[in-house]
């Protein structure tokens, strides 16, 4: 079975600090693909960035990094300078590479993250 | 259109009474998925569909639940019977199959009363 924990239920920052949110992952596949997502007030779910279980690389997209560890089985999202418009919840999501969990995607709880001024 | 598009946004249903719940995939997406959103919840995975088929519906929680997809496109929730936990927002998710990322529909919210 699959399952992605996010243990961080809320955090609250001032404008321009720097926010990490974290999710654990746990799957029996080899390979398997790692999501995260944002969730506005308005309520669609935004896909933000996907990594597939071989590719431990560290990635930057502007403010945006995430951070692979398959040795701990992680993949942290940290926000830079944050801003109010990054105020969302976030969710971290897990699919499998093949066999019966291919192709759908398990979600962590979320963590909303709530920017100040 | 250019994104998933989710009809009804809204609908208010009796205890008891039948409902469908539409999806309007991403043109050219082959891969189709239904989830449920409780308040406070992450997406629960609820069926999968890849073309016309079922490949996974694994995840509907009994049999008032139903969804078909006959034309490798537009997609339908059925609920039967409906319950007041039925309660929560449906997502309707495409993508283009395996491990590429889902694009979701802004949802319906379902409310049993």
């Known amino acids: 079975a699959q399952k992605v924990t996010q243990a961080q239920t809320e955090i609250s920052v001032v404008e321009k600090e720097d926010v990490t949110l974290d999710c654990v992952y746990e799957t029996r596949d080899t390979t398997y693909y790692l999501f995260w997502y944002k969730q506005p007030p308005s309520g669609e779910l935004v896909f933000l960035i996907r990594?597939?279980?071989?590719?431990?690389q560290n990635e930057i997209s502007g403010r945006y990094s995430w951070n692979f560890q398959k040795s701990t089985s992680s993949f942290n999202f940290t926000i830079t300078a944050s801003q109010v418009v990054d105020s969302a919840v976030y969710f971290c999501a897990l699919s499998g590479g093949g066999g019966t969990s291919y192709g759908k995607l398990t979600f962590g709880q979320g963590t909303i993250l709530t920017v100040h001024p | 259109g250019a994104g998933v598009s989710q009809t009804p946004s809204n609908k208010v249903t009796e205890k008891g009474k039948y409902v469908e719940l539409r999806c309007d995939p991403i043109?050219?997406?082959?891969?189709l998925y239904w989830y449920r959103q409780s308040l406070g919840q992450g997406p629960e995975f609820l069926i999968y569909f890849q073309g016309t088929g079922a490949a996974d519906d694994s995840g509907l929680p009994n049999d008032r639940f139903f969804a078909v997809r006959p034309e490798g496109s537009v997609s339908t929730l059925k609920i039967q019977r409906t319950e007041r936990g039925d309660s929560a927002v449906y997502l309707c998710?495409?993508?283009?199959?395996?491990?590429?990322?889902?694009?979701f529909g802004q949802g319906t919210r379902l409310t049993v009363v």
């Open positions: 043109s050219g997406h082959t891969a």
């Open positions: 990594r597939n279980s071989f590719d431990e």
């Open positions: 998710a495409s993508s283009g199959g395996g491990g590429t990322e889902a694009f």
